[in-house]
């Protein structure tokens, strides 16, 4: 049912998303959290400085 849904948005907007896409929002959203986590890191540094 999922996937039948699914294949109904894509058909929809004509858009089909390759295993590259996925892979890029992937990384995307890791660098994100590496970003996040380096500034809170930042963060707690200050605060004991």
Excluded at 11 to 35: L, N, W
Aim: hydrophobic content about 35%; glycine content about 0%.
């Amino acid at each position: 049912m999922m996937f039948h849904l699914f294949f109904l948005t894509v058909t929809i907007s004509k858009r089909r998303f390759t295993k590259e896409d996925v892979q890029r929002a992937q990384k995307r959203q890791f660098s994100r959290e590496q970003r996040l986590k380096t500034q809170a890191k930042q963060a707690n540094y200050y605060r004991i400085m």
